[in-house]
């Protein structure tokens, strides 16, 4: 893990912070409503967003309840009212604030991980940089500091950065985070990189709207907050069975939407909950599942790794769906589209849809995994360079935040996919050849311990 020393002593600037079609609107008294305060949170009253209410309300009205899946999609990316692709959402003025916005810190630690399973692969001489969902850029931003800083480590590689991105106000974002006035949008919107540009350090970055169209080559993906946004699917265990709980109109209140339990099986109540299934109530992202076998065949077929970071559970949880707005719980249901809308991610269920042609490694918290990729040195080093009381404090505060059990360090976890090589053991020499050393297997960082 000598990568891992050289970055922690080295000082950089502290940087201050598918839907399932439901047949025909049942009769009367045939749909239960479910029991709204065990899906929902709410703590404030928000305007009601009168057209994404109405998209759903006349969708309702014509098919019937749709699932939360599709009530998630719609509400989220919608390509005219969702909420990622109108809303700067991001930071202290948005309604929720992710790692990298808390500390300069996290993205380095996280691009040490990336240089370390680099080097892990034999250092190949081509490396995609791939982010899902970066946010306002910052993850990014930081791993390419510790690129540029380790630049004799990693020069001899191509390096490129590619970020899938839906939004095309985070895009616009990310673009001056990353490129400042050096990127350009395509000239069709049939071309599958939307925007390209430059960083000041030389690296091109692309832009794209699906993972699929990122080119194949050995890459390192990293999904920081993304699969918490992914659609899920929700089912409540009944006398009956299981049942799939959908989204309908209230019918004390038009202009309100409420919970119900499907009368009789649904397609995805047959066939996304697990055989065996012991809890009560069960969220299975089936998107997610598809994002998770894409990346283990990418993964497979050309080498690399992914690191997923997120709020989550190993299969033990059961209703995590809830809103934010303005840094505060808010009901899924009021006022759609003026809200974030998230779920805790199953570990567990991304393990099975990975497969067995990739390695899976974790959940770990995120304490567990920033301390072993050496936070508290690297905090050590920040602190001895920096004299300011109000600096360091604001250093002492984000360590805080992201590594206390209270808070963000045992709520939030790591979980990796890794080509099977990268932990065969290294054979054993045959014959009389007296040759050089056994090559001694890397380390994955962040899953176990580093030892200076």
């Known amino acids: ?48 967003q009168p057209s994404m209410l109405k998209h759903l309300s006349s969708k309702i009205r014509a098919t019937g309840p749709i699932s939360v899946s599709e009530y998630m999609r719609e509400v989220l990316t ?8 109108r809303r700067n959402m991001l930071g202290a003025d948005g309604d929720f604030i992710t ?52 630049r004799s480590v990693v020069g001899g590689a191509s390096v490129s950065v590619h970020l899938v991105e839906v939004s095309p106000t985070l895009s616009r974002v990310q673009a001056q985070t990353l490129t400042g006035n050096r990127s350009q949008t395509a000239s069709s919107e049939d071309d599958p990189v939307y925007r390209r540009g430059e960083t000041a350090a030389g690296f091109p970055v692309s832009w794209y709207r699906r993972l699929e169209d990122v080119p194949a080559a050995f890459s390192i993906f990293v999904a920081h907050e993304f699969f918490d946004a992914l659609p899920i699917y929700k089912f409540q265990r009944t006398e009956k069975g299981w049942r799939e709980v959908l989204v309908d109109i209230d019918p004390a ?27 009560s109530h069960v969220e299975v992202c089936a998107e997610g599942g598809v994002v998770v076998q894409q990346l283990a065949r990418r993964i497979q077929e050309e080498g690399g790794a992914a690191l997923i970071a997120d709020y989550g559970h190993d299969g033990t949880k059961t209703d995590t769906f809830r809103g934010f707005k303005g840094h ?34 974790g959940p770990v918290s995120q304490r567990t995994f920033l301390q072993n990729m050496g936070i508290d040195a690297r905090m050590q080093v920040l602190l001895r360079s920096c004299s300011d009381p109000s600096s360091r404090q604001q250093l002492l505060s984000s360590y805080d935040l992201l590594t206390s059990a209270s808070r963000m360090g045992e709520r939030f976890f790591f979980f990796c996919l890794l080509h099977p090589s990268r932990l065969a053991a290294p054979r054993p020499p045959h014959g009389l050849k007296l040759e050089k050393k056994n090559p001694v297997q890397l380390p994955v960082a962040g899953f176990t311990e580093l030892r200076f």
């Open 78 to 85: 919608n390509p005219v009212t969702g909420y990622y692709v």
């Open 99 to 150: 790692s990298p916005e808390i500390s300069q810190v996290f993205g380095e630690l996280l691009g040490v991980w990336v240089v370390s399973e680099w080097m892990g692969a034999a250092r190949p001489k081509r490396l995609q940089l791939v982010e899902l969902g970066p946010g306002k850029g910052s993850l990014v931003a930081d791993i390419l500091r510790v690129f540029t800083q380790l």
């Open 253 to 279: 209140d038009p202009d309100r939407l409420r919970f119900v339990v499907a009368p009789t099986p649904t397609l995805a109540s047959s066939t996304l909950v697990q055989a065996g299934e012991r809890r």
């Open 1 to 48: 893990m000598r990568i891992c020393q050289e970055l922690l002593c080295r000082t950089f600037s502290h940087r201050v912070t598918p839907c399932l079609p439901v047949t025909g609107k049942p009769a009367a008294g045939r749909w239960s409503p479910a029991q709204r305060g065990s899906f929902c949170s709410s703590s404030e009253d928000g305007k009601p």
């Open 328 to 361: 505060r719980l808010h009901d899924v249901l009021e006022a759609p589209g003026s809200a974030d809308l998230t779920a805790d991610v199953d570990f567990s269920f991304l393990r099975r849809m990975a497969g067995g042609g990739v390695a899976c490694l």
